[in-house]
């Protein structure tokens, strides 16, 4: 199995910026793609960034487009950040970290592995 362990969420101002961590640990072999997902309450959760690790291939929703940014510590491929910029009230949610076997799972909600979540606030 593939564990994923988040860190990084906390209440900031409307403007501000966090970096979301997610560590991996486990068979990391079975993971091509590491994604980004957030559930505000009572809405449903949403991909916002993945990137495919064989080919560093990168995927964002629009809404966050040139404001989030994923990336993967190269070196070990078992720690993908989320960079988030430019916060506004809507980005309120838990944001989850996952992990899929297959490459192409992108923004798609069929992943594999699921972290805890870590919780965003913004105000």
């Known amino acids: 199995d593939v564990q994923l362990v988040e860190s990084g969420g906390d209440s900031v101002e409307s403007g501000g910026s966090l970096m979301l961590s997610c560590t991996v640990s486990?068979?990391?072999?079975?993971?091509?793609?590491m994604g980004w997902f957030r559930q505000a309450p009572g809405e449903e959760r949403e991909g916002i960034a993945a990137?495919?690790?064989?080919?560093?291939?990168?995927?964002y929703l629009s809404d966050v487009k040139g404001r989030f940014a994923i990336s993967l510590d190269n070196a070990t491929k078992n720690t993908v950040s989320l960079q988030l910029n430019s916060l506004k009230p809507e980005d309120s949610a838990m944001y989850y970290c996952a992990a899929a076997r297959s490459a192409a799972a992108a923004l798609k909600l069929d992943y594999d592995y699921w972290g805890q979540g870590t919780q965003v606030t913004v105000s």
């Open positions: 990137i495919w690790i064989g080919g560093g291939q990168k995927y």
């Open positions: 486990g068979h990391t072999s079975r993971s091509n793609c």
